[in-house]
């Protein structure tokens, strides 16, 4: 009988060590990175003054110069349509007579002119002139007196401004 002596086993204690990534693990990884990146970019985006010129030519609503006059004397209150592609309208209130304003309308509007007359009365009228073409004319009379102006734009195929 030999009479080797061993040395006791020592026994570590469970020690919980790092372990590699797995395939889900790294998946996920990936996609929170592409995430970060992904929210920096639109960061830029929304942040970004853009005041460079990016050589994109600017987009523009084709339009039209549309002139609205009103003659006679006193004030009325006036509205025209002018450059809003939303269609609002431009109000003047006590606009002093005669009075005449040249504007671009987008060829999706029709341009309209509408005068309401104080309560003084009188007598005004409206003209409407595209691309100095006369188009229409009305007349407003009395006490608060109406009268409106409008005409049709020409196709989007036409560009102007």
Same mark, same amino acid.
């Given at each position: 009988?030999?009479?080797?002596?061993? =040395?006791?086993?020592?026994?570590?204690?469970?020690? =919980?060590?790092? /372990?590699?990534?797995?395939?889900? /693990?790294?998946?996920?990884?990936?996609?929170? +990175?592409? $995430?970060?990146?992904? +929210?920096?970019?639109?960061? !830029?985006?929304? $942040?970004?003054?853009?005041?460079?010129?990016?050589?994109?030519?600017?987009?523009?609503?084709?339009?039209?110069?549309?002139? !609205? =006059?009103?003659?006679?004397?006193?004030?009325?209150?006036?509205?025209?349509? #002018?450059?809003?592609?939303?269609?609002? +309208?431009?109000? &003047?209130?006590?606009? #002093?007579?005669?009075?005449?304003?040249?504007?671009?309308?987008?060829? &999706?509007?029709?341009?309209?002119?509408?005068?309401?007359?104080? =309560?003084?009365?009188?007598? +005004?009228?409206?003209?409407? #002139?595209?691309?100095? /073409?006369?188009?229409?004319?009305?007349?407003?009379?009395?006490?608060?007196?109406?009268?409106?102006?409008?005409?049709?734009?020409?196709?989007?195929?036409?560009?102007?401004?």
């Amino acid at each position: 009988m030999s009479t080797e002596t061993r =040395e006791p086993e020592t026994v570590e204690p469970d020690v =919980e060590r790092p /372990r590699k990534p797995t395939g889900d /693990r790294t998946a996920i990884l990936i996609a929170g +990175a592409a $995430l970060v990146a992904c +929210a920096g970019l639109v960061l !830029y985006g929304v $942040l970004d003054p853009g005041g460079e010129d990016d050589g994109k030519p600017e987009r523009r609503t084709p339009t039209a110069a549309v002139t !609205y =006059e009103v003659t006679g004397t006193g004030t009325a209150d006036i509205t025209y349509q #002018a450059r809003s592609e939303t269609g609002q +309208a431009t109000v &003047v209130k006590a606009a #002093a007579l005669p009075w005449r304003k040249t504007v671009d309308v987008p060829l &999706v509007q029709d341009p309209t002119v509408s005068i309401i007359l104080t =309560e003084q009365g009188g007598q +005004a009228r409206c003209t409407l #002139a595209i691309r100095g /073409r006369h188009v229409q004319s009305a007349t407003a009379t009395g006490t608060f007196g109406r009268a409106t102006c409008s005409g049709s734009l020409p196709g989007p195929d036409v560009t102007e401004g």
